[in-house]
């Protein structure tokens, strides 16, 4: 029940295309979504983060879409650019940073 | 520069090794936080220090031992590793780790290679 499932385990996008990455949860108690942008040879780093209140965020060209009937939330990147390429993690939590739950990640390429 | 600094970037030791992986936050944080990286799996939280208070340890051997002398400086102290301990090691701070809001700021890692 604390996990949170990420589809695909990777994506090729074409520049100026839409990337979408899944994720899909079963704690209903989970209230904080966020996402996890990680370059090679860095740590991860924040990107855009969501709570159940809202069904939609955008910040710029990343949106997150959020179902909550269907607990399941998603990613959205529009016109999509080499500088992007990274691998996204999708994360839930409702106690805290302390009990953050991470999905498997996702290894987005866009080609140019 | 996420402000999260870890040292060494990259260690390769013996299973008979003993090394230490350090880290430091000029942040101002009250919570540090050591992850497991494996290809292909979630990130695995290992350890949780609030104000140099262990406050979570999720069943990680005992072949890795953490130590937080004060809320800005955490180690990860290794011996006697195996060869599936070969990953990256991230060490992570936020504000306090209770809100549920906080955000993570993690630092570039160790990638560790146990032959």
């Known amino acids: 029940q604390q996990q949170v499932k990420q589809s695909p385990q990777s994506l090729i996008v074409q520049k100026g295309g839409i990337s979408i990455i899944n994720c899909a949860y079963e704690?209903?108690?989970?209230?904080?979504f966020p996402w996890y942008q990680q370059f090679p040879g860095k740590g991860p780093a924040l990107l855009i983060a969501?709570?159940?209140?809202?069904s939609e965020k955008k910040e710029g060209r990343f949106t997150i879409s959020f179902n909550k009937s269907a607990k399941q939330f998603s990613l959205h990147i529009m016109d999509s650019q080499p500088g992007d390429s990274a691998t996204y993690f999708c994360?839930?939590?409702?106690?805290?940073?302390?009990?953050?739950?991470f999905g498997q990640g996702t290894r987005l390429t866009i080609n140019p | 520069e996420t402000g999260v600094t870890q040292t060494p970037r990259h260690l390769v030791m013996g299973m008979t090794n003993k090394k230490s992986l350090k880290c430091e936050q000029h942040l101002g944080h009250n919570a540090m936080y050591w992850y497991k990286q494996s290809a292909k799996k979630p990130l695995e939280l290992m350890f949780v220090?609030?104000?140099?208070?262990?406050?979570e340890n999720n069943s990680v051997p005992s072949r890795f031992s953490p130590e937080c002398p004060n809320s800005s400086h955490l180690f990860l102290h290794l011996h006697t590793l195996q060869p599936e301990d070969s990953a990256l090691y991230l060490c992570?701070?936020?504000?306090?780790?209770?809100?549920?809001?906080?955000?993570?700021?993690f630092g570039s890692g160790t990638q560790l290679s146990v032959l």
């Open positions: 969501i709570r159940p209140d809202v």
């Open positions: 220090y609030s104000l140099e208070e262990r406050v």
């Open positions: 704690n209903t108690a989970f209230d904080y």
């Open positions: 992570a701070s936020s504000q306090n780790g209770r809100h549920p809001n906080e955000k993570l700021f």
């Open positions: 994360a839930a939590n409702g106690q805290g940073a302390q009990k953050l739950v």
